[in-house]
């Protein structure tokens, strides 16, 4: 997997847990930020993409039915 080199500002006291862990397993810090950033990105994709939907329906720009529509669409309407 290729990789890009990046700069973050992080609170000391998380980096030298990061440090901590790497000297005490044998892997780099870097391993484990990545492990961290991979484990979450999903996670915050899903979040703000819901949010999005949300502002958007709010606004008015999101398209919606009714429940009695959405059963009739479904053939689920007795």
Not at 13 to 31: D, I, K, P
Not at 38 to 45: A, C, G, N, T, V
């Amino acid at each position: 997997m290729a990789t890009a080199l990046t700069a973050i500002r992080a609170p000391e006291e998380v980096m030298e847990r990061y440090t901590r862990l790497a000297q005490g397993t044998g892997r780099s810090r870097s391993f484990y930020i990545n492990e961290a950033l991979e484990e979450s990105i999903d996670r915050l994709e899903y979040e703000y993409g819901i949010l999005r939907k949300v502002e958007d329906w709010r606004a008015g720009r999101l398209e919606t039915v009714s429940l009695d529509e959405l059963e009739d669409s479904l053939g689920l309407a007795d």
